[in-house]
């Protein structure tokens, strides 16, 4: 026996959800043709040359990246397996490192500044859309990673977020506000949970 659960739909709707039409009509990409282009040369030399270049090569992943435009100190790490959007919006100070598996999606400039560390599986969101906008304009802001700061395993972090100097972001945390400088902060939403020692420095 056939059991079924009658849906009142229009039938504007019905048609469009039923071919995805409305959903493949309204948004409207606002990147240019030079940034497409520009991201498609990357995505082949990250896939060649960079992907899978061995873990100590860290010299050679900076100049690929510094070819694209990115500002990297020189010695800034990153991981081969590290994904980076556009890297010439991507600046790394002294000893700053993007840990194995991380996604920068620096559509907007990201910022990691001197001996910061984001980690294993983390995701730098610089983009989102206007849910209230009908073609759901992209809009998109800065992140910046502040001195000393540690953003561990599985975190996100959306735009126009600064995690102040030496604050930590916990492991799977969602943060969607900036975080002050020696805040720990823990949860979907991120919460203060404690506060480090004031004697911490960068480079500690």
């Known amino acids: 026996m056939e059991v079924g659960v009658e849906v009142d739909m229009s039938d504007d709707f019905n048609a469009t959800a039923s071919s995805g039409a409305f959903y493949e009509a309204a948004y409207r990409n606002q990147l240019s043709f030079g940034n497409k282009l520009a991201r498609v040369a990357w995505t082949v030399v990250y896939c060649c040359l960079f992907r899978y270049s061995p873990v100590p090569l860290f010299g050679w992943r900076r ?7 990115a500002k990297l100190a020189p010695d800034a790490r990153v991981y081969p397996s590290a994904r980076i959007w ?4 991507l600046t790394m100070e002294a000893r700053a490192c993007l840990g194995p598996e991380v996604y920068c999606y620096s559509v907007a400039p990201v910022c990691l500044a001197a001996d910061s560390t984001v980690s294993f599986r983390s995701f730098l969101c610089t983009a989102s859309h206007d849910i209230n906008d009908a073609h759901r304009r992209l809009v998109v802001g800065p992140i910046r990673i502040g001195a000393g700061a540690f953003v561990f395993a599985d975190a996100f972090i959306g735009l126009n977020v600064v995690v102040g100097d030496g604050a930590v972001v916990a492991a799977r945390a969602v943060v969607v506000r900036s975080v002050e400088p020696l805040t720990v902060v823990a949860g979907n939403p991120a919460k203060p949970v404690s506060q480090r020692n004031a004697t911490v420095r960068a480079g500690s």
Do not use: I, M
């Not at 556009?86 to 919006?89: F, I, L, R, S």
């Open 86 to 89: 556009a890297p010439w919006n």
């Open 63 to 69: 100049f690929l990246l510094q070819l694209f435009g």
